[in-house]
């Protein structure tokens, strides 16, 4: 099977991955709850697996780095955590329904949204900025890279925007953390959301939210943490403060692994391999008679690309690739409807490709050379 679906979740991991999971499912015990060995290993992985995060994405506080079953998760605690009735948001036409969905039931308590608007090239409007700010504007959400059409987000012009008006700034990095260099520091983001299964190469069922100093949520959720449980409310200490219940210290055992892999691999080197086969693929399937291919090409991005072949339905072309090539890719909506309206393809949607660390030169010339031969049929 050629796997173009990473950007769903990486089916192939670095073998010490499965490994981690496998040895920590068979001696890691429960996480802050109780001071036997197992428990202490598990509590040792789960931090390792913190300052590793911290390392990889360029924060300085390990013990601000919350964890969550999923970005989404994450995303709902900083959203729900964050605002109050009477607060006003500014998102993107990019951002996933992750984000979209819980503006959409704050509304319901009095917080206001706003979208910042992207074109049919799926480029976003930053002059428009200005204009969408409010008084009780607070938060500034924007998605590090489109699920869609793989172009980065401008975060250099969100997070001055933000400074300037002393709005938080919330960065969705479920695409790019693991596979774009990031460093929340540096780049001034205040509230950052990761997904472990994608570019992370870790299990599913791991992610998390880093929040910088200053920043305070309400937590999501409420409950067990293992320490001061004589107290009503969550311990207002971080990581506890936003992490009630179990850890999935299994999945957190691999994710660190993974984490640890690209430490050692590189960043730089990761994002070098996925943007030459993103720019491989993109110039491969630009001749094609009846391929249309969103998005912008130049300069960096993340290993997406999405694309319509004329006559064809993305699900019946996505069956095509599956059952006569043996490629995985994704059809649908990918849950970013604003995104599809922008360029156009609501009615529609498109066929997404998303490459990996694993993906090789000879997987994307198969691919291009599928569609080329799916191009053919239809015209004849």
């Given at each position: 099977m050629?796997?173009?679906?990473?950007?769903?979740?990486?089916l192939q991991?670095?073998?010490?991955?499965?490994?981690?999971?496998?040895?920590?499912?068979?001696?890691?015990?429960?996480c802050?709850?109780?001071g036997?060995?197992?428990?202490?290993?598990?509590?040792?992985?789960?931090?390792?697996?913190?300052?590793?995060?911290?390392?990889?994405?360029?924060?300085?506080?390990?013990?601000?780095?919350?964890?969550?079953?999923n970005?989404?998760?994450?995303?709902?605690?900083?959203?729900?955590?964050?605002l109050?009735?009477?607060?006003h948001?500014?998102?993107?036409d990019?951002?996933?329904?992750?984000?979209?969905?819980?503006?959409h039931?704050?509304?319901?308590?009095?917080?206001?949204?706003?979208?910042?608007?992207?074109?049919?090239?799926?480029?976003?409007?930053?002059?428009?900025?200005?204009?969408l700010?409010?008084p009780?504007?607070?938060l500034?959400v924007?998605?590090?890279?489109s699920?869609?059409?793989?172009?980065l987000?401008?975060?250099?012009?969100?997070?001055?925007?933000?400074?300037?008006?002393?709005?938080?700034?919330?960065l969705?990095?479920?695409?790019?953390?693991?596979?774009?260099?990031?460093?929340m520091?540096?780049m001034?983001?205040?509230?950052?959301?990761?997904?472990?299964?994608k570019?992370?190469?870790g299990?599913?069922?791991t992610?998390g939210l880093?929040v910088?100093?200053?920043?305070?949520?309400?937590p999501l959720?409420?409950?067990?943490?293992g320490?001061?449980?004589?107290?009503?409310?969550?311990?207002?200490?971080?990581?506890?403060?936003?992490?009630?219940?179990?850890?999935?210290?299994h999945g957190?055992?691999g994710?660190?692994?993974?984490?640890?892999?690209?430490?050692?691999?590189?960043?730089?080197?990761?994002?070098a391999?996925?943007?030459a086969?993103t720019?491989?693929?993109a110039?491969?399937?630009?001749?094609?008679?009846?391929?249309?291919?969103y998005?912008?090409?130049?300069?960096?991005r993340?290993?997406v690309?999405?694309?319509?072949l004329a006559?064809?339905?993305?699900?019946?072309?996505?069956?095509v690739?599956?059952e006569?090539?043996?490629?995985?890719?994704?059809?649908?909506?990918?849950?970013?409807?604003?995104?599809?309206?922008?360029?156009?393809?609501?009615?529609?949607?498109?066929?997404?490709?998303?490459?990996?660390?694993?993906t090789?030169e000879?997987?994307?010339?198969?691919?291009v050379?599928?569609?080329?031969?799916?191009?053919?049929?239809?015209?004849?």
């Amino acid at each position: 099977m050629i796997y173009l679906n990473n950007a769903a979740t990486t089916l192939q991991k670095p073998p010490c991955v499965a490994r981690a999971v496998a040895e920590a499912m068979g001696g890691l015990g429960s996480c802050g709850r109780g001071g036997h060995a197992a428990e202490l290993s598990a509590a040792r992985t789960v931090y390792g697996t913190r300052v590793s995060l911290a390392k990889l994405l360029g924060f300085s506080c390990p013990e601000r780095v919350v964890f969550a079953a999923n970005a989404t998760q994450a995303l709902n605690t900083a959203l729900f955590g964050l605002l109050r009735p009477g607060d006003h948001v500014i998102a993107t036409d990019w951002d996933h329904n992750s984000v979209l969905r819980p503006l959409h039931a704050l509304r319901q308590i009095g917080v206001k949204s706003d979208y910042l608007p992207a074109d049919r090239q799926g480029r976003l409007a930053y002059h428009r900025l200005e204009g969408l700010l409010r008084p009780e504007t607070k938060l500034l959400v924007g998605t590090h890279a489109s699920n869609l059409t793989g172009n980065l987000l401008d975060v250099a012009v969100m997070a001055e925007f933000a400074r300037r008006h002393g709005l938080v700034f919330l960065l969705d990095a479920a695409q790019t953390a693991g596979s774009i260099p990031i460093s929340m520091e540096e780049m001034g983001v205040h509230l950052l959301a990761f997904a472990g299964h994608k570019s992370l190469m870790g299990p599913q069922g791991t992610g998390g939210l880093c929040v910088a100093p200053g920043v305070e949520l309400r937590p999501l959720l409420t409950g067990g943490t293992g320490v001061r449980s004589f107290e009503e409310g969550q311990p207002a200490e971080y990581p506890e403060h936003l992490e009630a219940g179990t850890l999935n210290s299994h999945g957190l055992a691999g994710l660190g692994a993974a984490v640890d892999f690209i430490l050692a691999t590189g960043v730089d080197a990761i994002h070098a391999h996925e943007q030459a086969l993103t720019e491989r693929f993109a110039e491969g399937v630009r001749g094609i008679n009846g391929v249309t291919l969103y998005g912008i090409f130049s300069g960096a991005r993340a290993p997406v690309a999405a694309l319509n072949l004329a006559g064809l339905d993305p699900a019946a072309a996505a069956d095509v690739l599956a059952e006569e090539y043996d490629i995985a890719v994704r059809p649908g909506i990918h849950c970013a409807p604003r995104m599809h309206r922008a360029l156009g393809t609501q009615d529609t949607g498109c066929l997404r490709f998303s490459f990996g660390w694993y993906t090789t030169e000879e997987d994307v010339d198969k691919a291009v050379e599928a569609l080329k031969e799916m191009s053919r049929t239809q015209c004849e």
